[in-house]
């Protein structure tokens, strides 16, 4: 039996491999509050309690000025409550407490639309990953009520990383967990501190308008009101449009 003839080799070590035909269109990466939920009162809410606990105040537009943020900078640079590392883990902790006794006892529902998004992002076999400043347990408590835990690869959070938004660590980490390279990747993101991070990692970046305004959404190279305004296709025009 003759074998079969070997393939011509590539000639220009210049020009790359075509990518393997099942590698994903492209690798999703969510914020977490004011993209996959609103949670912006409990949040609020929980602030003005541990102020309460506490007996400090909390600054005229705290709450506005520290979205996107870790409590680990929100507490020295917003509030200025304190700059002892153990005292700001102390509060942080407890904030997060308070926010999770809330929800726990109101619940919470996701936006309307995203679990349409994340549905059809699985269908198109499009890997997903969190990255968020939230804390783990926050999300961990979330995904359990809403039933979405089998929709992303993975999650990063405020314990994971040791600079926050607008520096692009948490999506970085995040693209890591879906095996994308970050310039394939695409950030939802619905604050000006985390479309500054998606764009400082080289990713494309979709601002979702609800918690800011559209017109505050600087720099993202499509606003949406409802993730399930997009289609898999439109995301993926985003490189073509480049």
Partial sequence: MSSSPTPPSNSNPESPA????????????????????????????????LAAEEQRALPEGHFKRSFGMKNEAIIPEILGWSRDAAEIRRLSLRKEELYRAIINAEG????????????R???????????????????DTCLAAFGFKGFFTGIVTAEDVTR???????????????????ARCVVFEDAPVGIRAGLAGGMKVIGVAGTHPESTLEGAHRIVRRLDELTVADVAALWRAA
């Fill in 164 to 182: 926050g938004k607008p520096e692009p660590d948490v999506f970085l980490k995040a693209a890591e967990k879906t095996g994308v390279d970050p």
């Fill in 18 to 49: 075509p990518p393997p035909s099942d590698a994903p269109l492209f690798g999703a990466l969510f914020d977490w509050d004011g993209v996959v939920l609103d949670s912006s009162s409990q949040h609020e809410r929980s602030w003005d309690l």
């Fill in 108 to 119: 919470i529902e996701p936006l309307p639309g995203v679990r349409t998004w994340l549905e």
């Fill in 121 to 139: 992002l699985q269908t198109a076999g499009i890997p997903c990953a969190i990255g968020s400043s939230t804390h783990r347990l926050n999300i």
